[in-house]
């Protein structure tokens, strides 16, 4: 309508090229990522899909001492303890775990 006054009869085609969805629905990636970020949930998405997504690690990160933490409905938050080194660098499949909706995973700094 804003581009009638322009050109007669318009036809627009809209695309989307990113979406992320609402809070629940997201995966959300912090610290030590190469670009820590918010992913839109994936149907069987694991954690390596989602390391994909925001570029692995950086040099600074410390994989192993990663923490997923998920909140369960109402309940209490849960915390599970992360391997992404062994992940991603030593190919240790048994690492790699699904992730659920909702889920954030903190990737802290290393110890010098």
Not at 44 to 73: C, H, K, P, Y
Request: charged content about 20%; overall charge positive.
């Amino acid at each position: 309508a804003a581009l009638q006054e322009y050109i007669q009869n318009p036809k627009v085609t809209v695309i989307v090229t990113n979406f992320v969805g609402p809070y629940d629905r997201q995966i959300r990636v912090v610290g030590e990522a190469t670009r820590p970020q918010a992913i839109p949930f994936r149907r069987n998405m694991t954690v390596l899909d989602v390391m994909i997504q925001v570029g692995g690690l950086t040099q600074f990160a410390s994989g192993n001492r990663a923490v997923l933490t998920r909140t369960a409905g109402a309940g209490p938050q849960k915390r599970y303890h992360l391997r992404l080194d062994d992940l991603l660098n030593n190919g240790d499949t048994k690492a790699n775990a699904y992730v659920r909706p909702g889920d954030v995973i903190v990737i802290p700094q290393t110890y010098f």
